[in-house]
């Protein structure tokens, strides 16, 4: 069967310039992924301006039935999938006015709670020898938690979070709480630092170390791969184009990641913008961009 690489969230932003570098350096298909699909085809048409041919299919990772339409046609099509980019997420700005509870509820049911789900989905028909990058932050740190109010309460958490025991349904339990503490104002009194965004991505960083666990178990399909990354501080929509690297750049984590040789050591890691493996419970993060 021939390969595929799907990425999620890719009409613009960084998951655009990971389709770009995948359409040259990847010997497969590679589908840009959009929840509306006149964004979607839009971005199609300008990469083929480039020269370059990028496949194209409508993914919401909102919508289970969009994620499972798109499982059944890379099963049907491909026989699987070879690359799994899970990129698609959200940030409120800075600015934003909602409050701070809902912004909670709001950023992690895409960035954690649907990205999770893509997941359960995609997962049962990862080929062997596949590679999935999770698309995380500078923010999605575990060191981050140091900054909350209740320094008992973070260290504790930072403890099971960095656990080589934790489960996915006690990770789950530690993001409801995150949430219903945010909704009630106390998350700072339970461990939790001031940021929604933060809170998402060390969940979904936290779930990355997890779930390279559990496929390293199956023995079925042997060598599939996942790590996740910070893509650096890069000029897009999300940061109201305030980051310095171009989303070029911003893209060259993930492609390493998602290309990585078969058989490699780099498994569950924490990726860098410049490639460099980063310790995720110890640190020092680097430099942000
Ligand atoms: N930019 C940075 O400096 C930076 C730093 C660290 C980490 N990151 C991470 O890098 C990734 C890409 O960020 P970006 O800066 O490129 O953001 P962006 O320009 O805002 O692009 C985000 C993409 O995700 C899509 N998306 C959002 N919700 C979705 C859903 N439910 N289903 C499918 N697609 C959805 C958006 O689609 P629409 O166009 O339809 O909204 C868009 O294509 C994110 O995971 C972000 O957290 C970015």
Known sequence: MAKVAVVTGSNKGIGFGVVRAMCKKYDGTVYLTSRDTGRGEAAVESLKK?????????LDIGDEASVKALRDYMKEKYGG????????????????????????TVTLKTNYWDTKRACE???????????????SSSAG????????????????????????DLTVSELD??????????????HGAHGWHNSTYSASKIGLSALSRIQQRELSKDDSRPDIVLNHIHPGYVDTDMTSH?????????????????????????????IWHDCQIVDWINGPTPAMT
């Open 50 to 58: 480039e020269g370059l041919t990028p496949a194209f299919h409508q």
């Open 81 to 104: 999938i070879d690359i799994l980019v899970n990129n698609a997420a959200i940030a409120f700005k800075q600015a934003a006015t909602e409050p701070f509870g809902e912004q909670a």
């Open 121 to 135: 989905i995609l997962f049962p028909i990862l080929k062997p020898g596949a590679r999935v990058v999770n698309v």
């Open 141 to 164: 740190f575990l060191g981050n938690l140091d900054r909350a109010e209740n320094q008992e309460k973070a260290q504790e958490k930072k403890k099971k979070l960095a656990s080589d």
């Open 173 to 186: 339990a530690l993001m409801k709480e995150f949430e219903e503490t945010a909704n009630a104002g106390t």
């Open 242 to 270: 305030k980051g310095p690297l171009t989303i070029d750049r911003g893209a060259e984590s993930t492609v390493f990641a998602a290309l990585l040789p078969p058989n490699t050591d780099v498994r569950g890691a924490y």
